[in-house]
Protein backbone atom coordinates (compact mmCIF):
# COMPACT_ATOMS: atom_id res chain seq x y z
CA UNK A 1 0.00 0.00 0.00
CA UNK A 2 1.43 2.94 -1.08
CA UNK A 3 1.87 6.08 1.83
CA UNK A 4 -1.06 8.34 -0.29
CA UNK A 5 -3.44 5.43 -0.22
CA UNK A 6 -2.74 4.62 3.54
CA UNK A 7 -3.06 8.54 4.50
CA UNK A 8 -6.49 8.49 2.55
CA UNK A 9 -8.12 5.48 4.00
CA UNK A 10 -7.24 6.24 7.64
CA UNK A 11 -9.97 6.62 10.32
CA UNK A 12 -12.31 9.20 10.46
CA UNK A 13 -10.84 11.60 13.41
CA UNK A 14 -14.78 11.62 14.88
CA UNK A 15 -13.81 8.11 16.90
CA UNK A 16 -13.09 8.66 20.39
CA UNK A 17 -11.49 7.03 23.21
CA UNK A 18 -12.03 7.41 26.73
CA UNK A 19 -7.88 7.10 27.54
CA UNK A 20 -7.55 9.94 24.72
CA UNK A 21 -9.26 12.59 25.84
CA UNK A 22 -7.51 15.92 27.18
CA UNK A 23 -8.03 16.07 31.16
CA UNK A 24 -8.24 20.22 30.25
CA UNK A 25 -6.64 22.34 27.18
CA UNK A 26 -5.42 25.08 28.25
CA UNK A 27 -5.57 28.18 26.10
CA UNK A 28 -2.63 30.22 25.43
CA UNK A 29 -1.66 33.50 23.92
CA UNK A 30 -5.54 34.94 22.96
CA UNK A 31 -5.84 36.92 19.85
CA UNK A 32 -6.32 40.72 21.79
CA UNK A 33 -8.81 43.69 20.27
CA UNK A 34 -8.12 47.38 21.95
CA UNK A 35 -11.37 48.86 22.60
CA UNK A 36 -11.05 52.80 23.01
CA UNK A 37 -14.10 55.14 23.35
CA UNK A 38 -13.26 58.57 21.70
CA UNK A 39 -13.70 60.49 24.25
CA UNK A 40 -14.52 64.00 23.16
CA UNK A 41 -16.49 66.73 22.39
CA UNK A 42 -15.19 66.64 19.03
CA UNK A 43 -17.50 63.17 18.35
CA UNK A 44 -20.55 64.98 17.27
CA UNK A 45 -18.53 67.67 15.06
CA UNK A 46 -16.39 64.28 13.38
CA UNK A 47 -19.71 62.53 12.72
CA UNK A 48 -20.92 65.73 10.91
CA UNK A 49 -17.86 65.78 8.94
CA UNK A 50 -17.75 62.63 8.05
CA UNK A 51 -21.60 63.25 6.85
CA UNK A 52 -20.44 65.86 4.71
CA UNK A 53 -17.69 64.17 3.30
CA UNK A 54 -20.13 61.22 2.39
CA UNK A 55 -22.43 63.55 0.68
CA UNK A 56 -20.26 65.44 -1.11
CA UNK A 57 -17.97 63.07 -2.58
CA UNK A 58 -20.75 60.68 -3.04
CA UNK A 59 -20.32 60.93 -6.88
CA UNK A 60 -16.92 62.18 -7.53
CA UNK A 61 -15.01 58.97 -8.73
CA UNK A 62 -10.95 61.32 -7.10
CA UNK A 63 -12.33 60.67 -3.88
CA UNK A 64 -14.64 57.49 -3.75
CA UNK A 65 -14.58 54.14 -5.08
CA UNK A 66 -16.78 51.73 -4.59
CA UNK A 67 -16.05 48.51 -3.46
CA UNK A 68 -16.23 45.82 -6.00
CA UNK A 69 -17.54 42.84 -3.98
CA UNK A 70 -20.77 45.10 -2.69
CA UNK A 71 -22.38 47.69 -4.84
CA UNK A 72 -23.86 48.68 -1.95
CA UNK A 73 -19.97 49.77 0.43
CA UNK A 74 -18.50 53.22 -0.86
CA UNK A 75 -14.84 53.81 0.28
CA UNK A 76 -13.84 57.29 0.51
CA UNK A 77 -9.81 58.76 0.75
CA UNK A 78 -9.66 54.74 -0.37
CA UNK A 79 -5.84 54.34 -0.75
CA UNK A 80 -6.92 52.49 -4.12
CA UNK A 81 -7.33 55.55 -5.37
CA UNK A 82 -3.67 56.51 -5.15
CA UNK A 83 -4.39 60.30 -5.53
CA UNK A 84 -1.92 61.29 -1.99
CA UNK A 85 -4.78 62.74 -0.63
CA UNK A 86 -5.25 61.87 2.95
CA UNK A 87 -8.07 61.98 5.02
CA UNK A 88 -6.14 62.87 8.26
CA UNK A 89 -5.73 66.13 6.26
CA UNK A 90 -9.00 67.45 6.01
CA UNK A 91 -9.83 70.36 8.38
CA UNK A 92 -11.58 69.15 11.27
CA UNK A 93 -9.61 66.10 11.93
CA UNK A 94 -6.72 67.19 13.81
CA UNK A 95 -7.94 65.91 16.97
CA UNK A 96 -9.08 62.14 16.02
CA UNK A 97 -5.62 61.93 14.39
CA UNK A 98 -3.79 62.48 17.41
CA UNK A 99 -6.30 60.56 19.34
CA UNK A 100 -5.79 57.05 17.33
CA UNK A 101 -1.73 57.46 17.08
CA UNK A 102 -1.91 57.97 21.29
CA UNK A 103 -4.22 54.36 21.05
CA UNK A 104 -2.05 52.94 18.71
CA UNK A 105 0.86 53.58 20.53
CA UNK A 106 -1.01 52.50 23.70
CA UNK A 107 -2.30 48.96 22.35
CA UNK A 108 1.58 48.64 20.52
CA UNK A 109 3.02 48.45 24.31
CA UNK A 110 0.74 47.99 26.58
CA UNK A 111 -1.41 45.12 24.40
CA UNK A 112 0.67 43.69 21.77
CA UNK A 113 3.75 44.29 24.23
CA UNK A 114 6.33 45.96 22.21
CA UNK A 115 8.36 49.10 22.20
CA UNK A 116 7.41 51.82 20.81
CA UNK A 117 7.88 55.61 20.94
CA UNK A 118 5.98 57.17 17.90
CA UNK A 119 4.06 55.67 14.52
CA UNK A 120 2.88 56.89 11.58
CA UNK A 121 -0.49 56.36 9.93
CA UNK A 122 -0.09 54.87 6.44
CA UNK A 123 -3.75 55.14 5.42
CA UNK A 124 -6.88 55.89 6.62
CA UNK A 125 -10.31 55.71 5.07
CA UNK A 126 -14.04 56.46 5.44
CA UNK A 127 -16.33 53.20 4.99
CA UNK A 128 -20.31 53.89 4.32
CA UNK A 129 -22.05 50.85 3.88
CA UNK A 130 -25.93 50.47 3.01
CA UNK A 131 -29.04 48.31 4.02
CA UNK A 132 -28.03 44.81 2.43
CA UNK A 133 -24.01 45.66 2.41
CA UNK A 134 -21.33 43.40 3.49
CA UNK A 135 -17.47 43.63 3.48
CA UNK A 136 -15.61 40.07 3.11
CA UNK A 137 -13.55 38.97 5.38
CA UNK A 138 -10.05 40.20 4.67
CA UNK A 139 -6.47 41.17 6.54
CA UNK A 140 -4.11 44.01 5.80
CA UNK A 141 -0.90 43.48 4.42
CA UNK A 142 2.15 45.43 5.07
CA UNK A 143 0.60 46.98 8.10
CA UNK A 144 1.65 45.90 12.04
CA UNK A 145 -2.14 47.52 13.13
CA UNK A 146 -5.16 48.21 11.73
CA UNK A 147 -8.33 49.70 13.40
CA UNK A 148 -11.56 50.96 12.74
CA UNK A 149 -13.51 53.78 14.94
CA UNK A 150 -17.43 53.72 14.55
CA UNK A 151 -18.66 56.78 13.17
CA UNK A 152 -22.40 56.20 12.87
CA UNK A 153 -23.33 52.69 13.97
CA UNK A 154 -26.82 51.58 15.42
CA UNK A 155 -26.38 48.50 17.39
CA UNK A 156 -28.59 45.55 15.96
CA UNK A 157 -29.19 47.48 12.45
CA UNK A 158 -25.89 48.57 11.40
CA UNK A 159 -23.62 44.62 11.31
CA UNK A 160 -21.23 44.12 13.69
CA UNK A 161 -17.64 43.55 12.63
CA UNK A 162 -16.87 39.78 12.56
CA UNK A 163 -13.36 38.54 13.47
CA UNK A 164 -12.02 35.24 12.63
CA UNK A 165 -9.32 33.03 14.34
CA UNK A 166 -6.04 33.18 12.91
CA UNK A 167 -4.26 30.65 11.35
CA UNK A 168 -0.37 30.20 11.40
CA UNK A 169 0.33 29.54 7.57
CA UNK A 170 3.77 29.17 5.55
CA UNK A 171 5.20 27.21 3.21
CA UNK A 172 4.26 24.56 2.40
CA UNK A 173 1.13 25.24 3.01
CA UNK A 174 -1.53 22.59 4.54
CA UNK A 175 -4.80 22.80 5.69
CA UNK A 176 -7.49 20.62 7.07
CA UNK A 177 -11.21 20.62 6.83
CA UNK A 178 -12.78 21.74 9.68
CA UNK A 179 -15.19 25.09 10.74
CA UNK A 180 -13.88 28.70 10.97
CA UNK A 181 -14.39 30.04 14.23
CA UNK A 182 -15.54 33.58 14.19
CA UNK A 183 -16.86 36.12 16.75
CA UNK A 184 -18.24 39.56 16.54
CA UNK A 185 -17.74 42.52 18.61
CA UNK A 186 -21.00 44.98 18.87
CA UNK A 187 -19.16 48.37 18.91
CA UNK A 188 -20.91 51.31 20.41
CA UNK A 189 -21.00 54.94 18.48
CA UNK A 190 -18.04 56.41 19.39
CA UNK A 191 -15.77 53.08 19.63
CA UNK A 192 -12.51 52.64 18.02
CA UNK A 193 -11.08 48.86 17.63
CA UNK A 194 -7.65 48.02 17.10
CA UNK A 195 -5.83 44.72 16.00
CA UNK A 196 -2.88 42.95 14.43
CA UNK A 197 -3.13 43.58 10.90
CA UNK A 198 -3.00 39.94 10.22
CA UNK A 199 -6.00 39.16 11.83
CA UNK A 200 -9.01 38.74 9.17
CA UNK A 201 -12.37 40.57 9.63
CA UNK A 202 -15.65 41.66 7.81
CA UNK A 203 -18.66 42.01 8.42
CA UNK A 204 -22.37 40.56 6.61
CA UNK A 205 -26.24 41.40 6.61
CA UNK A 206 -25.96 45.11 7.30
CA UNK A 207 -29.66 46.17 8.14
CA UNK A 208 -29.78 49.59 7.82
CA UNK A 209 -27.99 52.19 5.86
CA UNK A 210 -24.94 54.76 6.49
CA UNK A 211 -22.77 52.25 8.35
CA UNK A 212 -20.11 54.59 8.83
CA UNK A 213 -16.50 54.09 9.95
CA UNK A 214 -13.28 55.31 9.54
CA UNK A 215 -10.42 52.41 8.74
CA UNK A 216 -7.04 53.15 9.21
CA UNK A 217 -3.34 51.53 9.20
CA UNK A 218 -0.36 51.64 11.21
CA UNK A 219 3.29 51.65 11.35
CA UNK A 220 5.76 52.14 14.19
CA UNK A 221 7.71 55.14 12.96
CA UNK A 222 11.04 53.23 13.62
CA UNK A 223 11.36 49.62 13.78
CA UNK A 224 14.32 48.10 15.62
CA UNK A 225 17.37 46.03 15.90
CA UNK A 226 20.21 45.67 13.81
CA UNK A 227 18.80 45.57 10.35
CA UNK A 228 15.82 48.55 11.83
CA UNK A 229 15.10 51.21 10.23
CA UNK A 230 13.23 54.43 10.47
CA UNK A 231 9.77 55.51 7.94
CA UNK A 232 9.52 58.50 7.04
CA UNK A 233 5.65 59.16 5.22
CA UNK A 234 5.95 61.18 2.01
FE1 LIG B 1 -10.32 46.01 6.81
Redesign the pocket.
Known sequence: MTKELALSTSPPFTNSYQDSHPQRVIEMFPVKIGSYTFPYKDKTRLKQICFIITDKYKNNRKYSHQNPDSGYLTHYFDPILGNNSSLLDYPGFETFNSWIKRCSIDYIRNTVGCDCDDVIITQCWINDCSKGGSQSL?N?KNSLI?GTYFVNFIPEMHAPLTFSKPYITGKPYLELDGENIFANIEPSEGTLLLWESHIK?GYHSNNNDKRISI?FNVMPETLPCIYGFKLIKK
Request: net charge neutral; hydrophobic share 0%.
Open positions: HHSHS
